[in-house]
């Protein structure tokens, strides 16, 4: 199995996520808006840094589907990237 059909067949494309690519754990931009409204101080906690964002697009560029935040920052932590 190619590591395009191994995605292919484990995650959703954009297109299939409809309105849920803008919700955890695709987005954490409702758990840092939650995080605000609260005033509290641990936004920073929630985060990721914007090379992760970077790499999910061009993941989602070249293979066609959207992964998780968090699998692409594990990803990137494993390879010495983060």
Known sequence: MTPSTFLKSRYKTRTELGNRVHQFPYSVFSVVMDELFKKEERVGSVGFHSD???IRALIEKREG????????????KQEGMC
């Open 52 to 54: 992760v964002y970077y």
């Open 65 to 76: 589907v959207v992964l998780p935040l968090w699998v692409v920052q594990k990803a990137m």
